[in-house]
């Protein structure tokens, strides 16, 4: 990537959320500074997922270096499209396996129906 493809990037993309120059961005090991606010996703023991807030601290950095790839959401609108976006494709999918059901397939319980009553006929 060269330096203009860089700039491109870092004026269309970086700057409007962090206001640090591309200089601090690249050298620093950690995605925010201490007192930063930030929002991650969690689940339950049931699979419920809730957007959490938290403030960087050594904590967080600890947390970090043991799972660098984990998303981070600067804003909690960020992450609460993350998990509008995921429960969207949950419902999508949910809805595909029911109508795949109900057109007859194996776990239809039409057709269970059916056939259990010819079973006992």
């Known amino acids: 990537m060269n330096q203009s493809e860089t700039e491109y990037i870092y004026n269309k993309f970086i700057a409007p959320v962090d206001k640090r120059s591309i200089c601090e961005i ?8 201490e007192g930063d606010d930030y929002y991650t996703i969690e689940d339950d023991e049931d699979g419920v997922s809730w957007i ?3 403030c960087w601290d050594d904590e967080s950095e600890a947390m970090y270096d043991q799972n660098p790839h984990r998303t981070l959401y600067r804003t909690w609108q960020g992450a609460h499209l993350a998990v509008s976006k995921t429960l969207r494709a949950e419902i999508a999918s ?3 396996g029911l109508e ?6 194996d776990g239809c319980p039409v057709k269970i129906a059916r056939e259990t ?4 006929e």
């Open 52 to 54: 959490a807030w938290s």
């Open 94 to 96: 949910l809805r595909d």
């Open 100 to 105: 795949d059901i109900c057109r007859g397939g």
């Open 117 to 120: 009553l010819e079973a006992v």
């Open 26 to 33: 690249l050298m620093d090991r950690f995605p925010f500074k």
